[in-house]
């Protein structure tokens, strides 16, 4: 309990758990204070000490009611907390407040306003199991550019956990001055034949004067291009030990995704990763960016390669269905 009593004062207003240097996964940034609130947040619900127990949906100046409130708002567009070590601990701790909370339903209706004007409702009753869910219909008519206030009501007596979720689409979204990496990409020809291989040109930087753990490299690749077949350029730089890993995005197949186990000090990785031009037309792929992997908040954004491939040459047999 000594412990947890000093994990306790390390406790912001906001209901975070602060002041961890790393962790186990070498984890920064947001990331790192999820995962450092959601152990705090396990320990004191192992514990089972009244002094950090939560008071039904919560008592806010309650440490696991005021830890778990701050996680829940950390959950990403994507649905994910962060890396996938914070993710896991952040699940863990809410999977735990619900077991510990766990109590009959009640009645009522949740409204949702913007600029004070009424845009949705829902009700439900002491039936209902399932996560009451309200959805925003042409929100481009509702919302304005810039900030606009949104408001959540709720009718019950008891306080009940929400989450405020939106998503749009962007070329290539802003970069985050805390990254900890730099990336270009560049194709070493824009005008193509069909059938004709070209190179990706990367570069990974690291800007800083520490080491980190493990960084991530995304390369959008435009649609006319694509790998070849056997892959065979990638497995020799994984055996060069110039990568320490690849993949394609699961159901993505325009992202090619490099990763390292580790960054020294300063260090700058050079490669290139021939492609193959391989239907005509003028393309442009998905924005490339890098980042730590357990501090994916602060990425590196690049914009889009472009390339254009005119019909003709020899195209390398494929043996894709």
């Known amino acids: 309990l000594q412990c947890l009593d000093a994990i306790a004062q390390m406790q ?4 975070a758990v602060v002041g961890a240097e790393t962790s186990i996964t070498r984890s920064s940034g947001r990331a790192l204070d999820v995962e450092t609130t959601a152990l705090a947040t ?40 962060g890396s996938t070590q914070s993710t896991i601990l952040a699940l863990k701790a809410l999977i735990a407040y619900t077991q510990e909370v766990r109590r009959p339903a009640e009645a009522g209706t949740v409204r949702l306003y913007a ?38 009501e709720i009718t019950t007596k008891q306080p009940y956990p929400f989450s405020l979720g939106w998503s749009c689409y962007v070329e290539r979204p802003e970069n985050n001055d805390k990254s900890a990496v730099r990336l270009t990409t560049k194709l070493a020809k824009t005008n193509l034949t069909q059938g004709e291989s070209v190179d990706v040109e990367v570069t990974l930087e690291n800007v800083t004067d520490q080491g980190h753990g493990m960084a991530v490299a995304i390369i959008g690749l435009p649609a006319g291009l694509r790998l070849s077949e ?52 003028l393309y442009h792929g998905p924005a ?34």
């Open 12 to 15: 912001t207003p906001g209901g």
């Open 115 to 152: 600029a004070g004007q009424q845009i949705g409702k829902v009700d439900f009753t002491e039936e209902t199991r399932d996560v009451i869910t309200l959805e925003v219909k042409d929100p481009a008519k509702v919302f304005q550019r810039g900030t606009n206030e949104v408001q959540v």
């Open 42 to 81: 396990l320990g004191w619900f192992k514990a089972k000490d009244p002094r950090y127990r939560v008071n039904l949906y919560g008592d806010p100046k309650t440490n696991q009611a005021g830890s778990i409130k701050w996680i829940s708002r950390q959950r990403s567009g994507r649905g994910d907390f």
């Open 230 to 281: 056997d892959l065979a350029a990638l497995k020799k730089l994984r055996d060069e030990d110039r990568i320490s890993f690849f993949e394609i995005m699961p159901g993505r197949d325009r992202e090619l995704v490099l990763y390292w186990r580790s960054l020294q000090p300063k260090q700058k990785i050079a490669l290139r990763v021939p492609v193959i031009a391989d239907v005509p037309g």
């Open 288 to 321: 490339s960016r890098a980042y730590l992997y357990y501090n994916p908040d602060h990425k590196h954004w690049v914009d889009a390669l472009k390339v254009e491939i005119q019909p003709g040459g020899l195209v390398e047999a494929s043996t894709r269905k």
